[in-house]
């Protein structure tokens, strides 16, 4: 399986890649063939007297390659210029990827909460499962000793999936295929809108238990610990809520979207859970959006 790695050369993002731990959850993922790419605005000029831009792009660039192939992976290193959304998804495409891994980071506790421009705009436009992975910045005595680390090295041990039973979520529920190895525990939530009343409560309920209780033996069956949820509310209130109370290493959800038009705008739900998680977050995109 492919998946295509975006970096920005940052020491943030060197440390995900340097973890083994996180490198290996991607192999029981699947991965065993990564395309790692670096994406440089056009408005940045390589070619001036005395500028080595394209130099220290490419060393950091084989560094980061180096990490890669030591772990075991086949690499091709890719640096572009362009818009960085638009040539991490059309690489994707060529290469034909299984997955898009992009880091999200911030310089503080409160930036920590805001997804990047680039993971941002590559989730609302990605039609490969996408990837977004946490690092955080802890802070030292001395601002210089402040150092990146991911959020969970073990990517997907602890899995929080989010349906809302549409054909969208049971696509992204086959990514268990692949998560079967390296989740051990996952969490199956649904939340059942506040104020609509096409039946009873109990028996919306009850049929959401059934329904959920139905997958649960799917993973149950793969060796995977599964526990049921139902909640009543607004649903990225309560898939934030879940995540608070079990602690899931990422959230598997799908985002919604049919058309090139409509990719440009991420479903709400996908887009307030991706923003504000603490969590790894794995957002499968509906089919047809190829």
């Given amino acids: 399986m492919r998946a295509v790695y975006a970096t920005d050369l940052s020491e943030a993002i060197e440390t995900a890649i340097g973890s083994r731990t996180c490198l290996e959850c991607l192999q029981r993922y699947g991965i065993d063939e990564i395309h ?30 180096d990490l890669l192939e030591a772990e075991g ?24 990827a299984d997955l898009i891994i992009v880091g999200s980071r911030g310089q503080s506790p409160l930036e920590r909460r805001l997804i990047g421009g680039t993971a941002r705009n590559v989730a609302r436009t990605a039609v490969r499962p996408l990837l977004v992975q946490r690092i955080v910045e802890r802070e030292g005595e001395e601002e210089a000793d402040d150092v990146h680390e991911v959020a969970s ?4 041990q602890r899995v929080l999936y989010a349906t809302d039973f549409s054909e969208n979520a049971e696509r992204a529920f086959q990514q268990f295929r692949n998560l079967r190895t390296p989740t051990r525990e996952a969490t199956l939530l649904h939340v059942a809108p506040p104020g609509r009343r096409s039946g009873s409560e109990t028996d919306r309920v009850d049929d959401a238990e059934d329904r959920l209780a139905e997958l649960a033996d799917e993973l149950e069956g793969m060796g995977i610990d599964t526990r049921t949820v139902v909640r009543e509310g607004e649903a990225a209130e309560e898939i934030l809520a879940a995540e608070a109370e079990f602690d899931p290493t990422t959230i598997l959800l799908g985002s919604r979207g049919q058309s090139r038009m409509r990719r440009l705008l991420l479903g709400s739900v996908s887009e307030d859970v991706t923003a504000q998680a603490n969590s790894n977050v794995l957002l499968v995109p509906p089919s047809g959006t190829r």
């Fill in 36 to 65: 790692l790419v670096t994406v440089t605005s056009p408005n940045v000029t390589t070619g001036m007297p005395g500028s080595d831009v394209g130099g220290r792009t490419r060393r950091a660039l084989d560094r980061q390659r």
């Fill in 73 to 96: 992976f086949r690499v091709e290193a890719h640096a572009m210029r362009g818009t960085p959304h638009r040539r991490i998804n059309g690489l994707a495409e060529r290469v034909d």
């Fill in 153 to 156: 090295e073990h990517l997907f």
